[in-house]
């Protein structure tokens, strides 16, 4: 089954305690991003990646890194998270980069992380 | 830099009454526009989509037009049911390989 999978789905942690928070996908797309989901805010794009080794700045990248070594995965680490990093995450991946190429998303289930 | 603005929810409707969820963007190049649903408790699915000018997506019943000239994307469904019931998201990707999404809308559907 075609799928994007996130882990952890629920995830409480302290103020300062590096996490990651993994992203597989198996459609082998070039195209791979995070959002962060808050009330009023729609969804924000964090970073994406358009091929291994190529990442770049989304909207609001700040406090986050990325990597992205194989294709299938695209792993989010907060190094320091802090209580204004609580959201729900999504991991999301397209066949190819957006534009004009009309490439649909698809999403993981998300990940909601809660920082105190 | 590009933006998408959404009409802002809720909206409440009866079955089987004319939808429309209102979405403008502004953007530099000629993105692709998506509109995206979200059910409780899942992540997004694509919707509809259209890439060119005078474009028109349609699934499930739901249309929306490519309209270059007003720069909107306006979503419209002539007879909602209760199972309609979720948040949409207008999306634009970018010629830049961003991807700007609405503040989405929630719509809930009254039997």
């Known amino acids: 089954e075609a799928q994007v999978t996130q882990n952890p789905r629920y995830l409480i942690t302290v103020t300062g305690k590096k996490l990651t928070v993994t992203c597989s996908q198996n459609?082998?797309?070039?195209?791979m991003s995070w959002y962060r989901q808050d009330p009023g805010l729609g969804l924000r794009q964090i970073y994406y990646?358009?091929?291994?080794?190529?990442?770049d700045k989304g909207d609001v990248p700040e406090g986050y890194k990325v990597s992205r070594k194989e294709k299938r995965n695209f792993p989010l680490i907060l190094e320091s998270p802090s209580p204004n990093q609580t959201s729900l995450y999504f991991c999301?991946?397209?066949?190819?980069?957006?534009?004009?190429?009309?490439?649909?998303?698809?999403f993981g289930p998300g990940t909601r992380l809660t920082v105190t | 830099g590009d933006s998408v603005t959404q009409m802002e929810g809720p909206v409440t409707l009866s079955e089987e009454a004319f939808l429309t969820i209102n979405c403008t963007y502004t953007?530099?190049?000629?993105?692709?526009l998506f509109w995206y649903v979200q059910y409780p408790g899942e992540g997004l699915q694509l919707l509809l989509k259209?890439?060119?000018?005078?474009d028109k997506g349609s699934n499930k019943g739901f249309e929306a037009t490519y309209r270059k000239e007003t720069t909107s994307f306006h979503l419209e469904k002539g007879s909602v049911q209760v199972s309609d019931s979720a948040v949409y998201f207008c999306?634009?990707?970018?010629?830049?390989?961003?991807?700007?999404f609405g503040s989405g809308t929630r719509l809930s559907i009254r039997p």
């Open positions: 999301a991946s397209s066949l190819k980069t957006s534009g004009r190429s009309g490439y649909e998303q698809y």
């Open positions: 459609m082998n797309h070039e195209y």
């Open positions: 990646s358009m091929n291994v080794e190529v990442t």
């Open positions: 953007a530099t190049g000629y993105p692709s």
């Open positions: 259209a890439t060119k000018a005078d």
């Open positions: 999306a634009l990707h970018s010629s830049a390989s961003k991807i700007i």
